[in-house]
């Protein structure tokens, strides 16, 4: 069994992030358990390979920051918006009879 390569996590690492998203804007819980591992992984990985090659892959680690950013972002409008519903609904009152 062959080790994947940097280039190869990193592509995978992106798809991650973007079925992450896909699956926030979709409504869905999500589990980003050990996102942080990986990209420690990653970023180690990068720094045992030659800059010649590290340069070649500036635009898919430019993607997955942009991807992160944008999960950042997602994150913290899904969090906004339940605070906004839990705030609307302690304040709803219910009539009943008086």
Do not use: F, W
């Not at 994947?4 to 979709?26: F, K, N």
């Not at 898919?60 to 918006?81: C, F, N, P, V, Y």
């Amino acid at each position: 069994m062959t080790m994947p390569t940097v280039e190869d996590q990193l592509e995978e690492l992106c798809r991650a992030v973007a079925r992450s998203r896909a699956a926030l804007a979709a409504g869905a819980e999500i589990d980003l358990t050990g996102l942080d591992v990986e990209v420690a992984r990653l970023a180690e990985a990068a720094n045992e390979i030659s800059p010649t090659d590290r340069e070649a892959l500036r635009r898919s680690i430019d993607t997955l920051h942009t991807g992160l950013d944008g999960l950042e972002a997602d994150l913290k409008r899904q969090h906004d918006a339940a605070l906004a519903r839990q705030a609307a609904s302690a304040y709803r009152t219910t009539r009943g009879p008086r």
